[in-house]
C-alpha cells in the first residue's frame, strides 16, 4: 500500500521561491525529490478544493510551473461540514488561520498518512495537531518536506 500524502498549497510553490535562503533552497530540493517520488507512483497524492483555490491565486508564471505537479495528485478529496467541524476543532487547540486548519483536516479525513508543509506555524503546533487527531482516530503524522525525504 502507498503512502499517501496530503501537500500544503506551499509545498507546490516552493520549488519555484526564491532559492537565496538556505532553508528555501533545502526544502525546494526536498519538494523536487518527492515530486520524483509521486511520479514513480510511490506515492498517493491526495488533494482539495481548497488547494486549487489557493493555487489559482498565485501569479500567472508560478501557476503555470506548478500545473506541472498537480497532474500527479492521485485523489481529491471531497468538501464535507465533518471537514468544517474538524477545522474548528483544530483551530481551537492550536489556534492557526482558517485555512491551513481546513487543510488538516482534509488531510485527515481523506485518511492521509502524512501532512508536509513549510509552514512554521503549523510545524511548531503540530504536536499539539497530532494530538487532537487521535482522539478523531487519525493517524496523520505533519512534517516538513526535509524531514519527510530524510526518513523516507
Sequence with gaps: MNLRVYLDTNIYCR??????????????EA???????????????????LIRLELSKM???????VKKFIQFV?????YSNDIKK????????AKIPTYDALH?????HGQAD????CDDDILRKSSNIEEL???ENSTLAILNPIQFIQNY
Design 114 to 117: 502524512l501532512f508536509l508543509t
Design 133 to 135: 487527531l487521535k482522539s
Design 104 to 108: 488538516v483536516s482534509f488531510a485527515a
Design 59 to 65: 501569479p500567472l508564471f508560478k501557476l503555470q510551473e
Design 86 to 93: 474538524l477545522a474548528k476543532k483544530i483551530i481551537k487547540v
Design 31 to 49: 519538494v523536487l525529490r518527492l515530486w520524483q517520488i509521486v511520479e514513480e507512483g510511490k506515492i498517493t497524492c491526495l488533494c482539495s478544493k
Design 74 to 78: 492521485d485523489e481529491d478529496i471531497p
Design 15 to 28: 520549488p519555484f521561491d526564491d532559492w537565496s535562503q538556505l532553508r528555501i533552497a533545502l526544502e525546494a
